[in-house]
């Protein structure tokens, strides 16, 4: 599903392949540990007509909007083994050897972390699990801060390089959307993201 963005829209699967040490077979995100990513680009010209009176701004305006689609998802639960844990941590090495890390409570009956963690989005406040290319993710199990079990696995992320989305035109009664891009852009990825190749 492409997620457009501000001034991004992108379309991301990363190819991760499950390796543990220490419980053989566990050790993962839900929905799978293959993740590929896709960038896209598209330009869209917006006429903006005012819904009373004098325009209070510019009534044209043209935009690339830029994008990212990441899958299976940008957040996911880790999936491991049933425990006698209340705590996973997940410490990320990337291909640049820089690490991130994440930690958040788990539900050892049930064999997964009791809330998805952040793979791939960027914001004021959130950085992401993962970057592109290969992710050593060694992971932990605690109980009342001690560790009780741990692995690893390898979560490749692929860059599938940028796709061109067609061009468009639209019409806005909203003079703001002559002045910013961002409702713009979403509604232009919403719409003509399937056609993007």
């Not at 890390?101 to 960027?122: A, E, M, P, T, V």
């Not at 592109?132 to 979560?155: H, Q």
């Amino acid at each position: 599903m492409w997620k457009p963005t501000v001034m991004a829209l992108a379309l991301t699967l990363t190819s991760l392949s499950a390796r543990t040490q220490g419980q053989a077979g566990l050790g993962r995100f839900e929905g799978g540990n293959d993740f590929q990513y896709f960038g896209a680009v598209g330009n869209v010209s917006v006429q903006c007509f005012p819904t009373g009176g004098a325009p209070t701004g510019p009534t044209s305006a043209y935009y690339r909007c830029d994008g990212y689609s990441f899958s299976p998802g940008e957040e996911a639960r880790f999936v491991g083994p049933v425990a006698d844990a209340d705590e996973v941590a997940l410490v990320a090495t990337h291909a640049d050897r820089s690490t991130r890390s994440k930690s958040g409570s788990y539900d050892g009956r049930k064999g997964q972390s009791d809330d998805r963690f952040n793979l791939w989005i960027i914001s004021v406040f959130q950085r992401p699990l993962l970057k592109m290319g290969a992710n050593t993710v060694e992971w932990t199990l605690k109980r009342k801060g001690k560790s009780v079990t741990k692995g690893s696995f390898i979560a490749n992320v692929k860059d599938n390089g940028d796709l061109q989305c067609p061009n468009a035109s639209e019409t806005s009664w909203d003079m703001n959307d002559c002045m910013s891009s961002s409702r713009v852009c979403s509604n232009y990825f919403t719409r003509y993201g399937h056609l993007c190749q």
